[in-house]
């Protein structure tokens, strides 16, 4: 179901900046942007928009509790 979620997010979506991932997990989500974030060449920052359930949302900010990413 999440691939055709992301699908059809990059057909509404025009921005050539876009990067859409289904990714297995939310651990290895929050490092896949992590992971954008320092190969950044100009130094700019990546933007992760978290969505779905309460219990997914909730592991996400579970895991960026202390950090300074919220």
């Given at each position: 179901?999440?691939?055709n979620f992301a699908k059809r997010w990059g057909?509404?979506?025009t921005a050539s900046?876009?990067?859409i991932q289904v990714l297995p997990s939310v651990e290895e989500?929050?490092?896949y942007v992590r992971n954008l974030e320092m190969n950044q060449q100009d130094?700019?920052?990546v933007h992760?928009?978290?969505t779905g359930s309460v219990h997914?949302?909730?592991r996400a900010l579970g895991m960026l509790e202390g950090v300074d990413a919220l």
């Open positions: 179901m999440q691939k057909e509404l979506d900046s876009t990067n989500a929050v490092e130094g700019s920052k992760a928009f978290i997914l949302v909730g």
